[in-house]
């Protein structure tokens, strides 16, 4: 392997990351970019291994021996400091973080996001260990525009939504909507990385992800996770058309997000790794503020790519409307519009996302039918016990 170069020319130096969540959608894509294009070691720390089994087995891989799975919950394993004191840089993906679970199992969400997520600042801070922790863009809540009258000129203007690592104010609902219990576990943990960076010198990145999505994410209900489980909505929408079932529109579909394709976003968290002066005591927008559309057009999209890669026919009607009381339950509330400002990305790793959104549905749908749609059909003609 050529000696890679960091985006001042230095050479870059093989080092050892610890990684936490390793085995999730994420953590996954990370370790294969790490294992294929780089020199790095690979402590992957996990609960689950099902989605980074093709990297550790067989042992005949290119990089055995660069790449460790340690079946570890960091909730309780006295192992984790010691794993992080071997490691050069400490990458925290492990958390609870689907919409579904936020209102419904709000104290595990709030565990999951701040409290275990404690002791892995502190390692990293007493040993002076680098820390790369995965936040959310969900820290922002709602935008201020959302607030305006709904014919107020105002909502055009940017300044009402565009979201600013250092400028845009963090607006959630009130406590009895536990939907923003996520989102401010999540803000609290960014606020004790950056105390400790202010009072005690710890070498930090935050990354808040926009909407990443493609191959892995998340399970298919009733294949590779609970039945009654609900991923996230790239997961629930492929369930749907997979099973030829309308996709759930929740409170009409109205809500806008920006997508990013899970590779075009890899590729900045690699040079977050590996450009430590640029990267290090910065908040980090990662998404693609070019792949804006309303969870609607999403659906739309979605059901016309998969007719597309399946050759199935869509269905007269694919969409329906849910309530999101019918849908996630009491205390559910919505970001409305997510457009991250990529000023402070741009200037400091100079990254651009480059894939379309039709073109990563392309490719990510083409994955989940040639992935799973086998095992639906089967399930599918199974007699129900009665
Ligand atoms: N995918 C996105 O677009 C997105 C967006 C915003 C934020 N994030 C953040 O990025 C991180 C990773 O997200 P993801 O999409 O890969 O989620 P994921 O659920 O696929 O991955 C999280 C992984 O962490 C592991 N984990 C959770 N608790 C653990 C524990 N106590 N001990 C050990 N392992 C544990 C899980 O088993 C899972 O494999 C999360 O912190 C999430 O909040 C993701
Ligand atoms: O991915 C992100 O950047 C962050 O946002 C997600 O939150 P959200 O975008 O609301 O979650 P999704 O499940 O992807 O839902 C997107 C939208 O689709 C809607 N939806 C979801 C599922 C469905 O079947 N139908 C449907 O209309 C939801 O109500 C929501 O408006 C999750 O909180 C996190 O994974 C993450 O922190």
Redo the contacts with the bound molecule.
Sequence with gaps: MATRMDLDGQPIKPITICMIGAGGFIGSHLCEKLMSETPHKVLALDVYNDKIKHLLEPDSLPWAGRIEFHRINIKHDSRLEGLIKMADLTINLAAI???ADYNTRPLDTIYSNFIDALPVVKYCSENNKRLIHFS???VYGKTIGCFLPKDSPLRQDPAYYVLKEDDSPCIFGPIEKQRWS?ACAKQLIERLIYAEGAENGLEFTIVR????IGPRMDFIPGIDGPSEGVP???A??SNNLLRGEP?????G?Q?Q?TFVYIKDAIEAVLLMIENPQRANGHIFNVGNPNNEVT?RQLAEMMTEVYSKVSGVPALEKPTVDVS?KE?YGEGYD??DKRIPDMTIINKQLGWNPKTSLWDLLESTLTYQHRTYAEAIKKSMAKPVAS
């Design positions: 973080c689907t919409p959310t863009c969900e996520y992800p926009f909407n990443w996230r909505v790239l629930c929408f996709l759930k529109l929740v409170d579909g809500s997000r969870v999101s849908f919505d970001s």
